[in-house]
């Protein structure tokens, strides 16, 4: 029997019980893969590993419960457009990129993170042309959600041709061809072996994966060449859903040549757009919305064909992972749930009207949020939705009406760190400014407790572990900054999967 005994670590506790306050040590037993036993003075196994705790602090392991981590990975590679504050400064960034010179091997300069929907004009397919006439460029919104290309591009990846940004449908079909040029494979699969080592060393022990394609397939390479041994569940997307179904692999179901460590999430669904690209489906228009060609943006799919979807997600044991921003796409979620009888999650719900949080909490369906992103999107919320932002990233309406609250980050979208996560759950703002709406923040026990699955490290759990030099809940009193503070400057000293030591020590 393989076993780990951890000694001498003091617990943070998520389960609502206050902290020992003798702040007596005890030691944590894993065996199998599995916690046996927590308490004082433990003997070790015959043959056992040893790991001296010294007195830090133990939790679950964290979890990221939403990440593109191909997309995540290739975000070094890429162009760094974030702090374009227009066109001509993103445009400025790609000729100063061109004439540096050493493209990737598929020759195609792309660039990820611009956010247009505060520029003062809208970007072109001139404007890149005027700078790249000859090498393809591929420029990727913040939010994933559109594709801001010149025209040689668009001849070499079969994009249709637009006189500025290709959006939601389109631009993901593109953006998978994208992904089939020439060394991008390696390029990617050399980022997420990187991402994946800054993941462990932050106290990820698992991730939601919901890459486009066959992410099931790159997780058995991964395993096979012996990347950071955490965890993953993998989601499908209806466009590969009948290989899932042809399978019968159903949540939960341990996904075969990964000793263990994957297994299948959900069946992912984009039944909206994003704020920033101004496609996320709202009741009313935006308020600068009125030269849009759809004002209060528009969903993806019709209800009958979401319900579809559902249905036989339902039959097939899978859970659903619905993407919904706007206030009518949650409303259209909600619904097709209800029918249904589908369980899962949620993912974004930027934008809920109050009625349906009544609704909400009569489902088996998750709020899946990411907090970081209220970091990025608060002046585009004030923006577009000046008359709704009291109804934007609703985390405490959620606990207080029992809906299960689950944190990530949607990584690239926002760092690939649930410290972040969790700070930005707590402090609505950034460390040295106001806590934007903070009638609807978390405490630092609930924001961390929505991070890790489980709250307790207890006899029976996974043997998921992380070891933390400090506490990060601190003493009790703290302003909302303090405490946003001391979880970002938490100190993660070990990592440990199943029983196994994977970072640190």
């Known amino acids: 029997m393989d076993s780990l005994l951890i000694r001498g670590v003091r617990v943070v506790p998520l389960d609502g019980t206050a902290p020992d306050p003798s702040g007596t040590p005890v030691d944590v037993l894993v065996e199998d893969g599995?916690?046996?036993?927590?308490?004082?003075?433990?003997?070790?196994?015959?043959?056992?590993?040893?790991?001296?705790?010294?007195?830090?602090?133990?939790?679950?392991?964290?979890?990221?419960?939403?990440?593109?981590?191909?997309?995540?990975?290739?975000?070094?590679?890429?162009?760094?457009?974030?702090?374009?504050?227009?066109?001509?400064?993103?445009?400025?960034?790609?000729?100063?990129?061109?004439?540096?010179?050493?493209?990737?091997?598929?020759?195609?300069?792309?660039?990820?993170?611009?956010?247009?929907?505060?520029w003062g004009r809208d970007p072109s397919t001139a404007d890149l042309d005027a700078v790249a006439p000859d090498v393809p460029v591929v420029l990727i919104s913040g939010d994933g959600h559109h594709g801001w290309l010149n025209s040689r591009a668009m001849?070499?990846?079969?994009?249709?041709?637009?006189?500025?940004?290709?959006?939601?449908?389109?631009?993901?079909?593109?953006?998978?061809?994208?992904?089939?040029?020439?060394?991008?494979?390696?390029?990617?699969?050399?980022?997420?072996?990187?991402?994946?080592?800054?993941?462990?060393?932050?106290?990820v022990v698992g991730i939601t994966d919901l890459e486009f394609g066959r992410p099931w397939a790159h997780w058995r390479d991964r395993v096979a060449e012996h990347l950071p041994a955490l965890r993953a569940r993998v989601g499908v997307y209806p466009e590969g859903l009948e290989e899932v179904l042809a399978a019968g692999v159903r949540t939960g179901d341990t996904i075969r040549a990964t000793d263990g460590l994957v297994t299948m999430g959900p069946l992912k669904i984009i039944s909206d757009g994003s704020l920033n690209t101004r496609t996320a489906w709202c009741c009313q228009p935006y308020a600068d919305g009125a030269s849009l060609a759809e004002p209060a943006g528009a969903p993806n799919l019709g209800g009958e064909e979401l319900v579809d979807l559902?249905?036989?997600?339902?039959?097939?044991?899978?859970?659903?992972?619905?993407?919904?921003?706007?206030?009518?796409?949650?409303?259209?979620?909600?619904?097709?749930?209800?029918?249904?009888?589908?369980?899962?999650?949620?993912?974004?719900?930027?934008?809920?009207?109050?009625?349906?949080?009544?609704?909400?909490?009569?489902?088996?369906?998750?709020?899946?949020?990411?907090?970081?992103?209220?970091?990025?999107?608060?002046?585009?919320?004030?923006q577009c939705w000046p008359d709704r932002t009291d109804r934007t990233f609703t985390l405490r309406s959620f606990l207080d009406r029992g809906i299960e609250v689950v944190l990530g980050s949607d990584a690239p979208v926002s760092p690939l760190d649930p410290w972040l996560a969790a700070a930005a759950a707590v402090h609505r703002g950034p460390l040295d400014g106001e806590n934007w709406h903070p009638e609807q923040a978390l405490t630092p026990v609930e924001a961390l407790a929505a991070s890790v699955d489980g709250r307790r490290v207890?006899?029976?759990?996974p043997g998921?572990?992380?070891?933390?030099?400090?506490?990060?809940?601190?003493?009790?009193?703290?302003?909302?900054?303090?405490?946003?503070?001391?979880?970002?400057?938490?100190?993660?000293?070990?990592?440990?999967?199943?029983?196994?030591?994977?970072?640190?020590?």
């Open 310 to 382: 559902l249905a036989t997600a339902r039959r097939a044991g899978l859970e659903v992972a619905l993407h919904a921003i706007g206030d009518a796409a949650v409303h259209q979620a909600l619904t097709a749930f209800g029918r249904t009888g589908a369980r899962g999650g949620i993912e974004h719900a930027q934008l809920v009207a109050v009625e349906d949080l009544d609704r909400w909490r009569r489902l088996p369906v998750r709020a899946s949020v990411q907090p970081a992103h209220l970091l990025d999107d608060r002046v585009v919320t004030e």
């Open 34 to 118: 599995t916690v046996t036993e927590v308490a004082p003075t433990l003997p070790r196994p015959p043959g056992g590993e040893q790991l001296e705790g010294g007195g830090r602090w133990v939790l679950p392991g964290l979890w990221d419960h939403h990440v593109h981590v191909r997309q995540w990975g290739l975000v070094r590679s890429r162009l760094d457009l974030s702090g374009a504050r227009d066109a001509d400064e993103a445009v400025d960034l790609v000729r100063r990129r061109l004439a540096e010179g050493n493209l990737p091997t598929s020759g195609v300069l792309t660039g990820w993170g611009h956010r247009p929907a505060t």
């Open 464 to 505: 998921d572990l992380v070891l933390l030099e400090d506490d990060p809940l601190g003493a009790p009193g703290a302003t909302s900054p303090e405490q946003a503070r001391r979880l970002r400057a938490t100190r993660v000293s070990a990592t440990v999967v199943a029983g196994t030591l994977i970072h640190g020590g």
């Open 458 to 461: 207890r006899a029976g759990a």
């Open 155 to 203: 001849d070499l990846l079969g994009a249709p041709r637009r006189d500025g940004v290709i959006a939601e449908a389109e631009w993901f079909a593109v953006y998978e061809r994208l992904g089939g040029l020439p060394g991008a494979h390696d390029e990617a699969e050399a980022g997420v072996a990187l991402a994946l080592a800054d993941a462990v060393a932050l106290g």
